[in-house]
């Protein structure tokens, strides 16, 4: 944990050097630890509107710590693959969930769209792809994108925020990003066709362990309902959200995949692989897992880890809570009236 940690950092320092070097400067009063990954409010690359608290929160190095958790309850071992899916809405969790495959051998089948809610990844040279490089060449993240897509609305790079009408310009810069870092470009004319090029692209890499989703591009999240009840944090499969896949049936509302097998890509990959038995990481209320995992809310990023961190939560044996209870129960019965 300490490792993932102290790398995250470097890997923070690293993009924060090449940001000055290419002379965009860090605003301090956004950006107040000088970290580098605090975006700016509007660009051509910004999607949606987003929590600067919560960008900031995202920086915290204990995140990479808490990866290295969430893969040690999983029994993740070295080589197993995990997909990850990242908007570039949260830079930190993208850089913490790397650097925690790089001190694990969890080998990471990534796929990056390139819009950004405010604050996030969508300065230009400086989007998530493009940090990923950066670390690389820096020699502290050995990773790049199994592909790039342009993300927005239904993963079509169609924005239309802090804009008159709609622009393409975000699909063009992803396309242009992807070609500049030698990175397959993947995106369809539809949601349900972006949907199956990523699927495409987790399932040619091998057995998949778990998914990882970070930020909320619609591909990953999913439009449905489940998008916006989906706890944040490490979620196993249970009987309840796994099922058997279910045959292709003409005329229902899907998508059938290559292998024919059909799927509601309205549940978005977290759905998809959830209801196959795999444990999904959902990374979207930063604020919240924060404060549950005990990381301070905008607060040092290269605090110590806490507590809440590098201890598992135990689940009390219940056994022992009923004993409790009902011996509860037996005193207070035996108590005298008055």
């Known amino acids: 944990m300490r490792r993932a940690a102290l790398r995250m950092a470097r890997a923070e320092e690293a993009v ?20 580098g990954l605090i975006g700016a409010e509007s660009s051509m690359l910004t999607t949606t509107i987003g929590d600067i608290v919560a960008k900031r929160t995202a920086t915290s190095t204990s995140f990479a710590a808490l990866f290295v958790r969430y893969f040690h309850e999983l029994g993740l071992r070295p080589g197993d693959r995990i997909a990850v899916g990242s908007s570039g809405s949260f830079p930190g969790i993208l850089l913490a969930v790397l650097s925690a495959c790089a001190e694990t051998g969890v080998e990471p089948v990534l796929i990056t769209s390139l819009g950004a809610s405010e604050y996030g990844a969508n300065i230009e040279g400086l989007s998530n792809a493009e940090m990923m490089a950066i670390c690389r060449d820096a020699g502290v993240l050995p990773y790049m994108p199994a592909a790039i897509s342009p993300g927005a609305d239904g ?27 030698h990175v397959p470009f993947i995106g369809g004319e539809s949601f349900e066709a972006s949907f199956l090029s990523h699927l495409e692209v ?19 999240i999913g439009i449905g309902q489940a998008s916006l009840t989906r706890k944040p944090g ?7 959200n796994s099922r058997a896949q ?7 509302a899907g998508t059938a995949t290559p292998e024919g097998d059909f799927v509601d890509a309205g549940e978005g ?21 924060a404060i549950q995992s005990g990381i301070a809310v905008d607060g ?6 806490p507590f809440g961190v590098t201890h598992t939560p135990k689940k009390p044996a219940w056994p022992l809570v009923l004993g409790l209870l009902l011996a509860g129960a037996a005193l207070a019965i035996r108590k005298p009236l008055g």
């Open 16 to 35: 924060a050097d090449k940001r000055r070097l290419l002379g965009i400067p860090i605003d301090p009063a956004l950006d107040p630890y000088l970290t």
């Open 246 to 252: 279910p045959a292709k049936q003409p005329g229902a």
């Open 234 to 240: 490490l979620s196993l499969p249970s009987a309840r």
């Open 202 to 220: 987790y399932e040619k890499a091998g057995p998949i362990r778990a998914f990882v989703n970070i930020g909320g591009a619609d591909v990953n």
């Open 269 to 289: 990959l977290l759905g998809y692989y959830l209801a196959r038995g795999v444990p999904i990481i959902h990374f979207l209320n930063i604020k919240g897992l």
């Open 300 to 305: 040092n990023p290269k605090a110590p880890i």
């Open 155 to 181: 993963d079509q790079g169609i924005s239309s925020l802090y804009r008159l009408e709609p622009s393409d310009d975000l699909a063009r810069y992803a396309r242009r990003t992807a070609r500049s870092l």
